[in-house]
């Protein structure tokens, strides 16, 4: 199946991410399909709307605070009420980034440390040694892709 990966930003120079870009995180977590890569946040879309089979919308400092219509809550957490969405059959709304490596996490609590309250950074980075579950959401992105 191929799908395109919509890419909204680019990964911060000053991370040095080490899993490599977006679309290498991806192709980890998905490496059953093929994807196509679009930085849309450069002007690059693809050439219609079925160009690919599905497309993911790769995005980062965006929150769903608002359900849509005909939309299924699949998960909540404490600091993020609409985790996990599905809207009719056609779209899995995930607000995590199971893409992302737990290091590539601490880098990003740590650069926007500026931006956080205090206490917000001591959360995040203790919330770091829970269990990494990105093979298991990895896991339902493939389902729900293969369903559609």
Known sequence: MNLGLLICDHARKELKHPD????????RLLPDFDLTD????????PGSPDACEA???MMCQDQVVELPPDTTLLARSPLCPNAMIR???NMLGIQGHPE???????????ANAR????DQVAVGIKSLEQPVHSLEVGG???GFLRST
Not at 115 to 118: A, G, M, R, S, V
Request: hydrophobic share 40%; proline share 5%.
């Open 115 to 118: 931006y956080l309250e205090p």
């Open 38 to 45: 679009y930085y849309v946040c450069d002007g690059i879309f």
């Open 87 to 89: 809207v009719g059959k």
């Open 20 to 27: 490599g870009s977006y679309p290498e995180m991806f192709r």
């Open 140 to 142: 339902w992105m493939k």
């Open 55 to 57: 497309n993911l919308l």
């Open 100 to 110: 992302f490596s737990v290091d590539f996490e601490h880098k990003l609590i740590l």
